[in-house]
């Protein structure tokens, strides 16, 4: 290494990429909207375990730091529109697990919740950016190999829940069959 690569101690300097060395996301790499799925999963996270009143969850996930960073309104739709929605949107996930729903990690609970919560309600985010999104958090927040169940599930239902804009993408070479 030269001493440009080094830092002070002669330790290697962080890459300036956006990713942590864990190759999550930095902060200030990360949208408004990525920080509102963020607390989003951490209220979802807190009422699966501990099933307070999303209300309660709600301000309490407000005062954390960091949340004037986020989109309010996503995070609000997030949380409020996947509790009231939790048996319907469990109704579309409990047939792509390989085991029963009880067994399956609260955060990638949580995760799948908001991805299929935004495949049907946030038709302005496209369809492969609630994936990517879904699956960092998995990454993120969930246990080693979460983000790939998560991703396995996300992945079977988007040809249901947004058929045309994934069989477009198909078309286009652009997804996997």
């Known amino acids: 290494?030269?001493?440009?690569?080094?830092?002070?101690?002669?330790?290697?300097?962080?890459?300036?990429?956006?990713?942590?060395?864990?190759?999550?996301?930095?902060?200030?790499?990360?949208?408004?909207?990525?920080?509102?799925?963020?607390?989003?999963?951490?209220?979802?996270?807190?009422?699966?375990?501990?099933?307070?009143?999303?209300?309660?969850?709600?301000?309490?996930?407000?005062?954390?730091?960091?949340?004037?960073?986020?989109?309010?309104?996503?995070?609000?739709?997030?949380?409020?529109?996947?509790?009231?929605?939790?048996?319907?949107?469990?109704?579309?996930?409990?047939?792509?697990?390989?085991?029963k729903l009880e067994e399956i990690s609260p955060i990638e609970h949580a995760v799948m919740w908001i991805g299929v919560y935004e495949f049907q309600n946030c038709l302005d985010v496209p369809w492969r950016v609630v994936l990517n999104e879904c699956i960092e958090l998995a990454k993120e927040f969930g246990g080693t190999d979460g983000h790939k169940y998560v991703n396995a599930v996300l992945n079977g239902l988007a040809p249901k829940l947004r058929a045309a804009e994934v069989e477009a993408d198909r078309a286009s070479g652009k997804a996997r069959p």
């Open 1 to 99: 290494m030269t001493d440009d690569t080094k830092a002070a101690g002669g330790k290697p300097r962080q890459s300036r990429t956006g990713l942590t060395s864990t190759g999550a996301r930095k902060a200030s790499a990360k949208s408004n909207r990525s920080r509102a799925r963020e607390f989003a999963l951490q209220a979802l996270y807190q009422h699966l375990v501990s099933h307070n009143d999303a209300t309660a969850i709600d301000e309490f996930t407000r005062d954390l730091a960091g949340f004037h960073k986020a989109d309010a309104a996503h995070y609000d739709a997030l949380l409020h529109g996947s509790i009231e929605a939790a048996e319907s949107l469990d109704a579309l996930i409990v047939p792509l697990l390989d085991r």
